[in-house]
Protein backbone atom coordinates (compact mmCIF):
# COMPACT_ATOMS: atom_id res chain seq x y z
CA UNK A 1 0.00 0.00 0.00
CA UNK A 2 1.53 3.43 -0.61
CA UNK A 3 1.37 5.80 1.86
CA UNK A 4 -0.56 9.49 0.97
CA UNK A 5 1.17 12.58 1.69
CA UNK A 6 -2.01 14.68 4.05
CA UNK A 7 -1.58 18.42 4.59
CA UNK A 8 -2.66 19.54 8.14
CA UNK A 9 -6.53 20.73 8.16
CA UNK A 10 -4.58 23.36 10.98
CA UNK A 11 -2.03 24.56 8.75
CA UNK A 12 -4.23 24.85 5.59
CA UNK A 13 -7.14 26.73 7.23
CA UNK A 14 -4.53 29.26 8.87
CA UNK A 15 -3.08 29.74 5.57
CA UNK A 16 -6.45 30.38 4.13
CA UNK A 17 -7.48 32.91 6.54
CA UNK A 18 -4.17 34.47 5.55
CA UNK A 19 -4.96 34.62 1.76
CA UNK A 20 -8.71 36.12 3.29
CA UNK A 21 -7.39 38.66 5.14
CA UNK A 22 -5.34 40.21 2.22
CA UNK A 23 -8.24 40.16 -0.13
CA UNK A 24 -10.30 41.90 2.05
CA UNK A 25 -7.84 44.74 2.97
CA UNK A 26 -7.08 45.07 -0.86
CA UNK A 27 -10.73 44.91 -2.30
CA UNK A 28 -13.41 45.14 0.47
CA UNK A 29 -14.53 41.34 0.24
CA UNK A 30 -17.70 39.90 -0.84
CA UNK A 31 -19.14 39.36 -3.97
CA UNK A 32 -20.68 42.99 -4.66
CA UNK A 33 -21.93 43.68 -8.05
CA UNK A 34 -19.77 46.28 -9.46
CA UNK A 35 -15.76 45.77 -9.19
CA UNK A 36 -14.09 48.39 -6.39
CA UNK A 37 -11.68 51.01 -7.11
CA UNK A 38 -9.02 48.98 -6.06
CA UNK A 39 -9.74 46.58 -9.16
CA UNK A 40 -8.85 49.21 -11.54
CA UNK A 41 -5.11 48.52 -10.63
CA UNK A 42 -5.19 45.39 -12.43
CA UNK A 43 -2.46 44.52 -15.07
CA UNK A 44 -4.86 42.86 -17.84
CA UNK A 45 -2.68 39.99 -18.79
CA UNK A 46 -2.21 38.85 -22.48
CA UNK A 47 -1.70 35.45 -23.47
CA UNK A 48 1.43 36.92 -25.51
CA UNK A 49 4.91 35.39 -25.02
CA UNK A 50 7.94 37.37 -24.91
CA UNK A 51 10.92 35.91 -26.28
CA UNK A 52 12.84 33.57 -24.68
CA UNK A 53 16.25 34.15 -25.58
CA UNK A 54 17.15 36.28 -22.50
CA UNK A 55 16.25 33.67 -19.96
CA UNK A 56 18.19 31.95 -17.38
CA UNK A 57 16.79 29.05 -18.22
CA UNK A 58 17.79 29.03 -21.89
CA UNK A 59 21.30 29.89 -21.32
CA UNK A 60 23.35 28.23 -23.43
CA UNK A 61 25.85 25.70 -21.35
CA UNK A 62 29.81 26.52 -22.98
CA UNK A 63 30.84 23.63 -24.43
CA UNK A 64 33.92 21.80 -22.97
CA UNK A 65 36.36 19.97 -25.34
CA UNK A 66 36.65 16.42 -25.65
CA UNK A 67 32.72 15.54 -25.21
CA UNK A 68 29.51 16.18 -27.04
CA UNK A 69 27.24 19.21 -26.57
CA UNK A 70 23.52 17.35 -25.90
CA UNK A 71 23.09 13.60 -24.66
CA UNK A 72 19.48 12.71 -25.96
CA UNK A 73 18.46 9.90 -23.08
CA UNK A 74 15.17 8.49 -25.38
CA UNK A 75 13.34 6.05 -22.17
CA UNK A 76 11.02 4.13 -24.36
CA UNK A 77 8.26 2.06 -23.12
CA UNK A 78 6.39 -0.12 -25.77
CA UNK A 79 5.38 -2.75 -23.73
CA UNK A 80 1.90 -1.71 -24.74
CA UNK A 81 -0.09 -0.68 -28.07
CA UNK A 82 1.89 2.01 -29.03
CA UNK A 83 4.74 -0.90 -29.75
CA UNK A 84 4.58 -0.14 -33.56
CA UNK A 85 5.17 3.48 -33.02
CA UNK A 86 8.39 2.82 -31.61
CA UNK A 87 10.10 1.08 -34.28
CA UNK A 88 8.55 4.04 -36.73
CA UNK A 89 9.96 6.56 -34.08
CA UNK A 90 13.73 4.72 -33.82
CA UNK A 91 14.05 4.12 -37.52
CA UNK A 92 13.38 7.75 -37.74
CA UNK A 93 16.29 8.26 -35.05
CA UNK A 94 18.18 5.99 -36.83
CA UNK A 95 17.80 8.62 -40.33
CA UNK A 96 19.49 11.07 -38.45
CA UNK A 97 21.94 9.07 -35.72
CA UNK A 98 24.68 10.42 -33.63
CA UNK A 99 27.96 12.66 -34.01
CA UNK A 100 30.34 14.06 -32.23
CA UNK A 101 27.79 16.91 -31.25
CA UNK A 102 24.93 14.72 -30.12
CA UNK A 103 24.52 10.90 -28.77
CA UNK A 104 21.28 9.53 -29.34
CA UNK A 105 21.31 7.12 -26.70
CA UNK A 106 18.35 4.69 -26.17
CA UNK A 107 16.90 1.93 -23.90
CA UNK A 108 13.43 -0.30 -25.48
CA UNK A 109 11.17 -2.33 -23.93
CA UNK A 110 8.82 -4.64 -26.57
CA UNK A 111 7.02 -7.60 -24.98
CA UNK A 112 4.88 -10.47 -27.09
CA UNK A 113 1.77 -9.61 -28.76
CA UNK A 114 0.19 -11.97 -25.91
CA UNK A 115 0.58 -10.27 -23.13
CA UNK A 116 0.24 -6.62 -24.67
CA UNK A 117 -3.14 -5.45 -23.32
CA UNK A 118 -5.77 -4.51 -26.81
CA UNK A 119 -3.14 -5.32 -29.04
CA UNK A 120 -3.15 -8.68 -30.76
CA UNK A 121 -1.11 -7.42 -34.01
CA UNK A 122 1.56 -5.77 -31.78
CA UNK A 123 4.40 -8.05 -33.26
CA UNK A 124 7.77 -7.39 -31.03
CA UNK A 125 10.72 -7.63 -33.31
CA UNK A 126 12.36 -8.81 -29.85
CA UNK A 127 11.13 -9.33 -26.38
CA UNK A 128 13.43 -7.68 -23.48
CA UNK A 129 14.58 -4.55 -22.35
CA UNK A 130 17.83 -3.25 -24.56
CA UNK A 131 19.57 -0.52 -25.45
CA UNK A 132 20.98 0.84 -28.30
CA UNK A 133 23.56 4.10 -29.17
CA UNK A 134 21.62 5.05 -32.00
CA UNK A 135 24.22 5.86 -35.34
CA UNK A 136 23.60 6.90 -38.46
CA UNK A 137 21.84 4.20 -40.95
CA UNK A 138 21.28 4.07 -45.13
CA UNK A 139 17.58 4.20 -46.25
CA UNK A 140 17.04 0.92 -46.43
CA UNK A 141 18.46 -0.13 -42.70
CA UNK A 142 15.50 2.99 -41.92
CA UNK A 143 13.43 0.86 -43.87
CA UNK A 144 13.86 -2.44 -42.36
CA UNK A 145 13.40 -1.08 -38.46
CA UNK A 146 10.28 0.76 -39.60
CA UNK A 147 9.16 -2.79 -41.02
CA UNK A 148 10.39 -4.55 -37.66
CA UNK A 149 13.35 -5.76 -38.35
CA UNK A 150 15.88 -4.29 -35.64
CA UNK A 151 18.45 -6.83 -36.47
CA UNK A 152 20.07 -4.27 -38.72
CA UNK A 153 20.31 -1.83 -35.14
CA UNK A 154 22.81 -4.89 -33.54
CA UNK A 155 26.13 -2.52 -34.49
CA UNK A 156 24.37 -0.25 -32.39
CA UNK A 157 23.26 -2.64 -29.37
CA UNK A 158 24.99 -1.95 -25.97
CA UNK A 159 25.43 -4.11 -22.86
CA UNK A 160 21.63 -4.85 -21.79
CA UNK A 161 20.71 -2.63 -18.32
CA UNK A 162 21.60 -4.36 -14.95
CA UNK A 163 18.76 -6.34 -13.11
CA UNK A 164 17.39 -8.08 -16.59
CA UNK A 165 15.78 -11.45 -16.39
CA UNK A 166 16.36 -13.76 -18.97
CA UNK A 167 13.51 -14.16 -21.43
CA UNK A 168 12.33 -17.04 -23.86
CA UNK A 169 13.25 -15.38 -27.59
CA UNK A 170 12.18 -18.16 -29.61
CA UNK A 171 9.85 -17.47 -32.10
CA UNK A 172 11.29 -14.00 -32.63
CA UNK A 173 13.33 -12.65 -35.66
CA UNK A 174 15.49 -10.76 -33.82
CA UNK A 175 17.72 -13.31 -31.74
CA UNK A 176 21.34 -12.18 -31.94
CA UNK A 177 22.79 -12.44 -28.63
CA UNK A 178 24.25 -9.24 -26.84
CA UNK A 179 27.08 -8.01 -27.89
CA UNK A 180 28.87 -8.87 -24.91
CA UNK A 181 27.25 -12.36 -24.27
CA UNK A 182 24.61 -11.53 -21.95
CA UNK A 183 21.08 -12.88 -21.90
CA UNK A 184 17.99 -11.24 -23.99
CA UNK A 185 16.09 -10.31 -20.90
CA UNK A 186 13.42 -7.88 -19.49
CA UNK A 187 12.64 -5.81 -16.72
CA UNK A 188 10.24 -3.33 -14.84
CA UNK A 189 9.99 -0.34 -17.08
CA UNK A 190 6.96 1.15 -15.15
CA UNK A 191 9.22 1.04 -12.30
CA UNK A 192 10.96 4.69 -11.17
CA UNK A 193 14.17 2.86 -10.21
CA UNK A 194 14.49 1.42 -13.54
CA UNK A 195 14.22 4.95 -15.00
CA UNK A 196 16.70 6.40 -12.09
CA UNK A 197 19.12 3.80 -13.43
CA UNK A 198 18.74 4.66 -17.20
CA UNK A 199 19.25 8.15 -16.39
CA UNK A 200 22.42 7.67 -13.73
CA UNK A 201 24.23 5.70 -16.93
CA UNK A 202 23.24 7.84 -19.31
CA UNK A 203 24.33 10.57 -18.20
CA UNK A 204 27.93 9.05 -16.54
CA UNK A 205 28.72 7.47 -19.54
CA UNK A 206 27.64 9.68 -22.38
CA UNK A 207 29.34 12.93 -21.27
CA UNK A 208 28.13 16.21 -22.79
CA UNK A 209 27.20 20.14 -21.99
CA UNK A 210 23.50 19.68 -21.97
CA UNK A 211 21.67 16.65 -21.05
CA UNK A 212 17.67 15.99 -21.90
CA UNK A 213 15.83 12.91 -20.57
CA UNK A 214 12.96 12.00 -22.81
CA UNK A 215 10.18 9.89 -21.92
CA UNK A 216 7.79 7.98 -24.41
CA UNK A 217 4.86 5.90 -23.71
CA UNK A 218 1.08 6.74 -22.55
CA UNK A 219 0.05 9.81 -20.93
CA UNK A 220 -2.11 10.72 -18.44
CA UNK A 221 -1.17 14.21 -16.49
CA UNK A 222 -0.60 13.88 -13.07
CA UNK A 223 -2.85 11.10 -12.97
CA UNK A 224 -2.12 7.25 -11.37
CA UNK A 225 -4.27 5.14 -13.38
CA UNK A 226 -3.06 1.54 -13.57
CA UNK A 227 -2.48 1.23 -9.95
CA UNK A 228 -5.56 2.93 -8.87
CA UNK A 229 -7.88 1.04 -11.12
CA UNK A 230 -6.39 -1.74 -12.37
CA UNK A 231 -8.32 -0.91 -15.49
CA UNK A 232 -5.71 -2.72 -18.02
CA UNK A 233 -7.62 -1.45 -21.19
CA UNK A 234 -7.77 2.40 -19.89
CA UNK A 235 -4.33 2.92 -18.69
CA UNK A 236 -2.60 5.92 -19.65
CA UNK A 237 -0.17 6.31 -17.19
CA UNK A 238 3.64 7.79 -17.47
CA UNK A 239 5.98 4.68 -18.58
CA UNK A 240 2.52 2.05 -18.63
CA UNK A 241 4.16 -1.66 -18.81
CA UNK A 242 1.52 -3.79 -19.71
CA UNK A 243 3.80 -7.27 -19.10
CA UNK A 244 4.31 -5.91 -15.14
CA UNK A 245 0.99 -3.59 -14.54
CA UNK A 246 3.55 -0.88 -13.20
CA UNK A 247 3.73 2.56 -14.05
CA UNK A 248 5.75 5.34 -13.09
CA UNK A 249 3.78 8.10 -10.98
CA UNK A 250 3.83 11.96 -10.86
CA UNK A 251 5.51 11.94 -7.36
CA UNK A 252 8.14 9.45 -8.22
CA UNK A 253 9.95 11.23 -10.96
CA UNK A 254 11.91 13.67 -9.03
CA UNK A 255 13.51 10.18 -7.12
CA UNK A 256 14.12 8.83 -11.02
CA UNK A 257 15.58 12.27 -12.68
CA UNK A 258 17.45 13.47 -8.96
CA UNK A 259 19.98 9.93 -10.02
CA UNK A 260 21.28 12.25 -12.87
CA UNK A 261 25.27 12.10 -12.22
CA UNK A 262 24.82 15.91 -14.19
CA UNK A 263 22.49 18.40 -14.14
CA UNK A 264 19.46 17.72 -16.67
CA UNK A 265 18.89 20.50 -19.13
CA UNK A 266 15.48 19.36 -20.29
CA UNK A 267 12.84 16.53 -19.39
CA UNK A 268 10.36 16.04 -22.53
CA UNK A 269 7.11 13.99 -22.64
CA UNK A 270 6.54 12.40 -25.63
CA UNK A 271 3.29 10.93 -24.20
CA UNK A 272 -0.22 12.52 -23.35
CA UNK A 273 -1.38 15.13 -21.24
CA UNK A 274 1.54 15.57 -19.35
CA UNK A 275 2.03 19.51 -19.66
CA UNK A 276 0.15 19.73 -16.41
CA UNK A 277 0.68 22.88 -13.84
CA UNK A 278 0.95 19.32 -11.09
CA UNK A 279 3.55 17.82 -13.41
CA UNK A 280 5.98 21.12 -13.46
CA UNK A 281 6.04 21.96 -10.49
CA UNK A 282 6.60 18.22 -9.34
CA UNK A 283 10.00 18.36 -11.26
CA UNK A 284 10.91 21.93 -10.91
CA UNK A 285 13.64 21.46 -9.01
CA UNK A 286 15.42 18.42 -11.64
CA UNK A 287 15.72 20.64 -14.82
CA UNK A 288 16.02 23.87 -16.34
CA UNK A 289 12.88 23.32 -19.05
CA UNK A 290 9.88 20.62 -19.37
CA UNK A 291 8.44 20.13 -23.11
CA UNK A 292 5.28 18.02 -23.63
CA UNK A 293 1.63 18.45 -24.52
CA UNK A 294 -1.12 19.46 -23.12
CA UNK A 295 -3.49 17.06 -25.42
CA UNK A 296 -3.45 13.85 -26.19
CA UNK A 297 -1.09 13.74 -29.26
CA UNK A 298 -1.29 11.66 -32.38
CA UNK A 299 0.03 8.12 -31.54
CA UNK A 300 2.81 8.46 -34.03
CA UNK A 301 4.52 11.03 -31.48
CA UNK A 302 7.51 13.44 -32.40
CA UNK A 303 9.27 13.46 -36.03
CA UNK A 304 12.83 12.80 -34.72
CA UNK A 305 14.64 12.75 -37.66
CA UNK A 306 13.05 16.55 -38.21
CA UNK A 307 14.19 17.86 -34.74
CA UNK A 308 17.33 16.10 -34.42
CA UNK A 309 18.16 16.79 -37.57
CA UNK A 310 17.79 20.56 -36.62
CA UNK A 311 19.77 19.95 -33.68
CA UNK A 312 22.37 18.69 -35.83
CA UNK A 313 22.78 20.97 -38.06
CA UNK A 314 23.48 23.79 -35.72
CA UNK A 315 26.09 21.47 -34.93
CA UNK A 316 24.97 21.11 -30.95
CA UNK A 317 24.82 24.88 -30.33
CA UNK A 318 21.34 24.98 -29.07
CA UNK A 319 20.56 25.75 -26.19
CA UNK A 320 17.76 23.99 -24.03
CA UNK A 321 14.96 26.56 -25.62
CA UNK A 322 16.35 26.14 -29.19
CA UNK A 323 15.92 22.39 -29.08
CA UNK A 324 12.76 22.98 -27.33
CA UNK A 325 11.48 25.44 -29.91
CA UNK A 326 12.72 23.04 -32.65
CA UNK A 327 10.15 20.03 -30.91
CA UNK A 328 7.68 22.36 -30.86
CA UNK A 329 7.77 23.95 -33.99
CA UNK A 330 8.25 20.68 -36.12
CA UNK A 331 5.78 18.97 -33.91
CA UNK A 332 2.90 21.15 -34.40
CA UNK A 333 3.34 21.75 -38.32
CA UNK A 334 3.93 18.20 -39.36
CA UNK A 335 2.52 17.48 -42.69
CA UNK A 336 1.21 14.07 -41.61
CA UNK A 337 -0.34 15.92 -38.74
CA UNK A 338 -1.76 19.11 -40.09
CA UNK A 339 -2.92 17.41 -43.22
CA UNK A 340 -4.81 14.67 -42.03
CA UNK A 341 -8.35 14.29 -42.21
CA UNK A 342 -8.65 11.41 -39.00
CA UNK A 343 -8.58 14.04 -36.23
CA UNK A 344 -4.89 14.63 -35.58
CA UNK A 345 -5.05 18.30 -36.39
CA UNK A 346 -7.43 19.15 -33.63
CA UNK A 347 -4.87 17.15 -31.03
CA UNK A 348 -1.36 19.43 -31.88
CA UNK A 349 -0.47 20.95 -28.58
CA UNK A 350 3.02 21.92 -27.45
CA UNK A 351 5.05 24.01 -25.23
CA UNK A 352 7.90 24.84 -23.19
CA UNK A 353 8.17 25.50 -19.45
CA UNK A 354 10.91 27.68 -17.41
CA UNK A 355 10.78 25.06 -14.34
CA UNK A 356 12.57 27.86 -12.49
CA UNK A 357 9.23 29.86 -12.15
CA UNK A 358 7.05 27.08 -11.08
CA UNK A 359 7.24 27.99 -7.28
CA UNK A 360 5.73 31.64 -8.40
CA UNK A 361 3.30 29.70 -10.44
CA UNK A 362 2.26 27.83 -7.33
CA UNK A 363 2.33 31.02 -4.84
CA UNK A 364 -0.45 32.72 -7.41
CA UNK A 365 -2.29 29.64 -7.52
CA UNK A 366 -2.41 29.56 -3.67
CA UNK A 367 -3.96 33.18 -3.49
CA UNK A 368 -6.16 32.78 -6.70
CA UNK A 369 -7.76 29.39 -5.00
CA UNK A 370 -8.31 31.52 -2.19
CA UNK A 371 -10.27 34.18 -3.67
CA UNK A 372 -12.33 31.15 -5.44
CA UNK A 373 -12.81 29.53 -2.16
CA UNK A 374 -14.29 33.09 -0.46
CA UNK A 375 -16.84 33.01 -3.05
CA UNK A 376 -17.58 29.34 -3.49
CA UNK A 377 -21.43 29.90 -2.91
CA UNK A 378 -22.36 33.11 -4.49
CA UNK A 379 -19.90 32.34 -7.84
CA UNK A 380 -21.31 28.96 -8.00
CA UNK A 381 -22.64 29.48 -11.14
CA UNK A 382 -19.59 30.94 -12.93
CA UNK A 383 -17.52 28.13 -11.30
CA UNK A 384 -19.82 26.05 -12.99
CA UNK A 385 -19.72 26.86 -16.25
CA UNK A 386 -16.20 27.34 -16.68
CA UNK A 387 -15.98 23.02 -16.33
CA UNK A 388 -18.31 22.80 -19.16
CA UNK A 389 -17.10 21.67 -22.82
CA UNK A 390 -15.96 25.05 -24.30
CA UNK A 391 -17.54 24.56 -27.56
CA UNK A 392 -21.01 24.32 -26.61
CA UNK A 393 -22.31 25.98 -27.14
CA UNK A 394 -20.13 28.16 -28.35
CA UNK A 395 -16.96 29.87 -27.19
CA UNK A 396 -18.17 32.84 -25.82
CA UNK A 397 -20.62 30.47 -23.43
CA UNK A 398 -18.69 27.59 -22.93
CA UNK A 399 -15.52 26.76 -20.22
CA UNK A 400 -12.47 26.82 -20.62
CA UNK A 401 -10.12 24.44 -22.36
CA UNK A 402 -10.44 20.73 -22.16
CA UNK A 403 -7.92 18.11 -22.96
CA UNK A 404 -9.77 14.75 -24.09
CA UNK A 405 -12.69 13.46 -23.45
CA UNK A 406 -11.54 11.21 -20.97
CA UNK A 407 -9.85 13.82 -19.43
CA UNK A 408 -11.92 16.74 -19.55
CA UNK A 409 -11.11 17.62 -16.13
CA UNK A 410 -8.08 18.41 -17.15
CA UNK A 411 -7.85 23.00 -18.12
CA UNK A 412 -5.99 24.76 -19.45
CA UNK A 413 -4.68 27.27 -16.63
CA UNK A 414 -4.93 30.20 -18.00
CA UNK A 415 -7.93 30.47 -20.37
CA UNK A 416 -9.37 28.78 -16.97
CA UNK A 417 -7.74 31.85 -14.90
CA UNK A 418 -9.08 34.27 -17.77
CA UNK A 419 -12.49 33.06 -17.42
CA UNK A 420 -12.41 33.99 -13.72
CA UNK A 421 -11.42 36.90 -14.35
CA UNK A 422 -13.59 38.21 -17.08
CA UNK A 423 -16.27 36.69 -15.87
CA UNK A 424 -16.63 38.01 -12.16
CA UNK A 425 -17.13 41.01 -10.84
CA UNK A 426 -15.89 40.16 -7.38
CA UNK A 427 -12.59 42.17 -7.26
CA UNK A 428 -10.22 39.17 -5.16
CA UNK A 429 -10.90 36.78 -7.45
CA UNK A 430 -10.29 39.71 -10.85
CA UNK A 431 -7.09 40.20 -9.18
CA UNK A 432 -5.67 37.07 -8.31
CA UNK A 433 -6.58 35.73 -11.34
CA UNK A 434 -4.89 38.62 -13.45
CA UNK A 435 -1.74 37.39 -11.07
CA UNK A 436 -2.01 33.72 -12.04
CA UNK A 437 -2.30 34.59 -15.82
CA UNK A 438 0.74 36.63 -15.37
CA UNK A 439 2.87 34.05 -13.16
CA UNK A 440 2.26 31.44 -16.32
CA UNK A 441 2.52 34.41 -18.93
CA UNK A 442 4.48 37.46 -18.68
CA UNK A 443 7.88 38.80 -18.17
CA UNK A 444 9.28 36.32 -16.21
CA UNK A 445 6.45 33.62 -16.25
CA UNK A 446 6.30 29.98 -16.91
CA UNK A 447 5.55 29.22 -20.05
CA UNK A 448 8.46 30.01 -22.64
CA UNK A 449 6.93 28.92 -25.94
CA UNK A 450 3.35 27.46 -26.73
CA UNK A 451 1.63 26.11 -30.27
CA UNK A 452 -1.03 24.27 -30.92
CA UNK A 453 -2.69 23.05 -34.09
CA UNK A 454 -5.34 24.26 -36.52
CA UNK A 455 -8.39 23.33 -35.13
CA UNK A 456 -10.21 22.89 -31.63
CA UNK A 457 -7.11 23.85 -29.56
CA UNK A 458 -7.89 28.18 -29.43
CA UNK A 459 -7.82 28.02 -25.58
CA UNK A 460 -4.53 26.21 -25.06
CA UNK A 461 -1.62 28.33 -23.52
CA UNK A 462 1.06 25.74 -22.42
CA UNK A 463 -0.12 24.68 -19.20
CA UNK A 464 -3.12 22.61 -17.51
CA UNK A 465 -4.53 21.63 -14.24
CA UNK A 466 -6.77 19.44 -12.59
CA UNK A 467 -10.41 20.75 -12.26
CA UNK A 468 -12.63 18.06 -11.06
CA UNK A 469 -16.18 17.99 -11.31
CA UNK A 470 -17.90 18.04 -7.66
CA UNK A 471 -17.82 14.95 -6.12
CA UNK A 472 -15.00 13.93 -8.57
CA UNK A 473 -11.86 14.63 -6.86
CA UNK A 474 -9.04 12.08 -6.46
CA UNK A 475 -7.72 11.91 -3.18
CA UNK A 476 -4.56 10.57 -4.53
CA UNK A 477 -4.25 14.49 -5.35
CA UNK A 478 -2.34 14.80 -2.06
CA UNK A 479 0.27 13.36 -3.14
CA UNK A 480 1.78 15.88 -5.37
CA UNK A 481 3.70 18.45 -3.95
CA UNK A 482 1.54 21.36 -5.73
CA UNK A 483 -1.05 20.49 -3.29
CA UNK A 484 1.08 21.05 -0.23
CA UNK A 485 2.51 24.48 -1.96
CA UNK A 486 -0.98 25.82 -2.86
CA UNK A 487 -3.36 23.99 -0.18
CA UNK A 488 -5.68 26.49 -1.21
CA UNK A 489 -6.89 24.65 -4.40
CA UNK A 490 -7.43 21.28 -3.26
CA UNK A 491 -9.50 22.62 -0.64
CA UNK A 492 -11.09 24.52 -3.35
CA UNK A 493 -11.89 21.50 -5.49
CA UNK A 494 -13.36 19.69 -2.65
CA UNK A 495 -15.49 22.49 -2.05
CA UNK A 496 -17.53 23.19 -5.27
CA UNK A 497 -20.92 23.23 -4.40
CA UNK A 498 -22.49 22.63 -8.07
Not at 170 to 196: E, V
Not at 271 to 284: D, G
Not at 416 to 441: F, H, K, P, W
Request: proline residues 7%; aromatic residues 8%.
Amino acid sequence: MKLLHCTSPRSLFAGFLAVLAASLAGCGGGGSASAPAGCTSIVTPTPVIPAYQSRAACALTPHQSGRAKWTILVYMQAANNLQPYSLQNVAQMAQVGSDADVNVVLQWKQIPAAITNSCPNCDPSFYGVRRYYIRKHSASDVTAIEAGNTTVLQSDRLPDPPGNTPVNTAGFTDTLPDPNGLPNGTQDMGSYKTLANFVQWGTANYPADNYAVLIWDHGSGWQNVYRSVRAASAARAVAVDDETTDEIETWELPAALSAAVHPLSMVIFDASLEQMTEVAYEIRNNAKIMVGSEESPPAPGYPYNLWLADLEADSGNDSPCDLGNHIIQEFVNYPAYVNDTTGYAAELTQSMVDLSQMNNVAAALNNFAGALNQHVQDQASLIYRLRQDPTFPNRANGGAQHYTTAYRDFKDAWDYADLVRTGTSVCSMQQTAAALENSLIGTNGAILESQHGPTGQDGSHGLSIYVPDPGSYLSTYSNLALSRAAPLWPRFLISQVR
